[in-house]
């Protein structure tokens, strides 16, 4: 099991042959499958798939994987990603004030909980800077206002560059990010403390308070142009009563938001995420 | 504990012994207090308490109970209830053509899961007469129309008063109520199949599989004249993933359904819920 | 997707090609693969498939599939199952005198949530029998003393056989079944009203009780020699409280049952359930 | 709400009166009593109380109303604590190499989750020193062996009585403590990593692998003589899957641990709970 893995996520129009096909190439190649799974969406006609073998007796070489696969994959109109088990993802955490989503994510990362590294925090406020420096992760301070928001996006994504950033983590990062962001850099996942689509927008908790609902939630996903639109990739929910005031619930929030947020990246890490239209398929 | 008890439910502008004059009353005419259970909303400025004490060895009584505690009632400006324990509710489930929950109730019922008989079920369909009979209860066929929906509902109250119903369940019954009905007769407890605010309004299974959640749920809510907009009085949830269809959430929705309505009927019943505003304080 | 499908279930030592070998067997045969979901326990060196494909279209005859496969199968030195959708299966739902489990069962097959037929109850009292009538299900007493269970197990195995019944649903069946009993017939699924390994034996409700535990539970498994230690399915848990008297955890662990043993009966029917030593492996 | 408040928890023997005369004793006295939560086990006969009120206004000094108090107590046979919600707590967490649990425990400290001081680590090894250090606490490394554990229990006392330490929380503390210590200082929680009474004892997470059960769960207890056997005050569960290998298991189990610990010592600081036989009333 310590062997580095491949992994594809390969989606494609439904048609007869595909498992075997796909099996095939590893098999043939001499890869020990570890892991598959897949799913049809009957409604879509389509096909979605999660593999991974071990490259250890796997024939080809790693750059010859791709080229390999896209003869396969092209006739089939498929899209896909290759991921390798040991090539280590670069994480930016982006936050504001709020410090739990962020510590949280560092001292996963710390235990090894995810294999990724954490070279990056972005804040529009300086507020979390001394948590960053105690794990020796650079600190960036771009603050937002409506004039420099532009230039201040053209800046991360030159960090983001620089540093080699394979995904972005709003870990409570109050600010939206234009569409045109988001263009250049999809793979943003965002926390939201709310069961989506209940209370989109701002102050969820104080809405969830005012309408006197039983239990609350926080909902990862990934971030589109619309706001708290993207797609859903993890929820989860703890009980409220009356006693509740909307500080508690903040406080019980900050719980499920640590491990929703956390849940999702590690999900994402592992390639487990498949987007199509605004839903997921997570082969978990 | 087979003594009958009585039950008051009292909400009051918040101030100083308020405790300490209701226990009196209670003490002071030889009542054992076995469930005393207070809330006080700071923001609004409001007590709210719920205390039941054993009829056994309490000196007043019954029909002197209302008259003495209103003496003390009304200088603290308080609004209350009084029900006993041995007084059994009575329920009319109103249903469309779903019979989950309808069979649920009647099941819980007979089980003596509630203290409350159902000598009534209204549908504006003839789909589930069947099983009104089969539990030996009157069922009363009342189509809906946009013509006629104002005599239907006019009828509909007939028959609550004439088999002098307490409270009105809508067990999947599909037709709103009109704000007049609402206003006659206040007791209606609803389930919606969507974990409120999500998906109010109509399909909320189809649209929560649009919306691509991990989690659905259901809500149990006293009618008001806003549709889906009551006070919840009950939520649960249950796990979706990618591999449910629309007809799966319907499915596991209906399990979600059963049990959160019929927590919510037992809840009232046992005269644990106060409403204000559009909230509920339940003393569970 | 209304074609009806063949489901294979396989578990063989791990080993490359599996994957491949199956699928090739399926295409190479014109089937469509609708569903396929694997894993490698690496610590038995065991890999464990479901793989459901349609029928129409496919090849082979029905009478046909068994034979080929096995060709494959041998040399995998695999242990596998071949079934049809179509086929319906053929519970006998067993009971002693609580009706919770039995009539919610019952009422899943008649709301076409299960794909299977109940033509028979057993029970070792007549409590029950007005609900089979009911539902027009024949119903067997066969009381049970230390004096007659070798000869009321063979009276049972003998209707089992007549009655072509394939899965065996202990509904609150308040009887141990000998070893002898499971070894002629070991498709039985039982609910036990406690969270496994937790309150194994008698009165689960009264110890969790007097443990002062905040969560209960019900556990779906299935049936072997050895009492409350067979392979779990299904468990789910609801929250409790000092409020909760040992009548109100009955009450609350009834609800936990019928939705617990519902769902491992569904996963059996559906073949999603593979055990190996004492798990299972459910491809939900 | 910012008055800062006192709080009575008290069990006594069932009689008439006892929500009178404690409220009255309040009132008499100019108090306003902002939660009062009651409850009686008929079983055992027994009254449990918590009732908090504001200080300001109230005409008792602090160090009168024991007194006061003890009076009315006496002739009810009560067992009662007094608390004053200024009065910060002091907590000694105890560890032995895992870190979530104190890293949670901190952060909730710092963030003012908790109402309490951390002045103090003890380890019986060296590993999470610089932890203690980073949040600028002292830190006692305390090394047990079978034949030093008399002394060092010796040592820890003299430690806790010294730092004035109110509570001790056991953070994945890997010794068991003797029925001295608890005699000297019960005021002892744990957190449990499995789901209590199941898997009581070593290497829960391997045996609840083993067992092959579908949740798992962590167990927040006051500390008794008896193994694992003391007064559940929160538990919490997760569900598991056959792809979770034991080290999941332990992944997941840890954000369960976390958790629960944290909501039972918040209970705890906030005077809610009360212990009887080897039960809990839980006031949340």
Known sequence: ?????????????????????????????GGNIIHADQHTDFSAGLFLMRIEWQLDGFNLP?????????AIAKPLQAVWQLHFSDTIPRIAIWVTKQDHCLLDLLWRAKSREFAAEVPLVISNHNTLKSIAEQFEINFFHLPISSENKIQQEARQLEILREYKIDLVVLAKYMQVLTR???????????????????????????????????IIGA?????????????IIEQDVVRVSH?????DLIRKGKDLERVVLARAVRLHLQNRILVYGN??????
């Open 243 to 247: 006693r509740d005031t909307v500080t």
């Open 1 to 29: 099991m310590n062997s580095p893995t491949a992994t594809l996520l390969i989606s494609c129009p439904d048609q007869k042959g595909l498992v075997a096909k796909i099996a095939n190439f590893i098999y043939a190649n």
């Open 180 to 214: 045109e962001f988001i263009n250049y850099f999809p793979n943003v996942i965002n926390i939201h403390h709310s069961f989506l689509p209940a209370f989109a927008g701002a102050n969820p908790y104080q809405r969830a308070y005012d309408r006197g609902v039983k």
């Open 279 to 284: 839903r997921t398929v997570v082969f978990a």
């Open 219 to 231: 909902t990862a996903h990934y971030i589109t142009a619309d706001l708290d639109e993207g797609p």
């Open 62 to 70: 790693r750059d010859v994987i791709s080229p390999a696969f896209a």
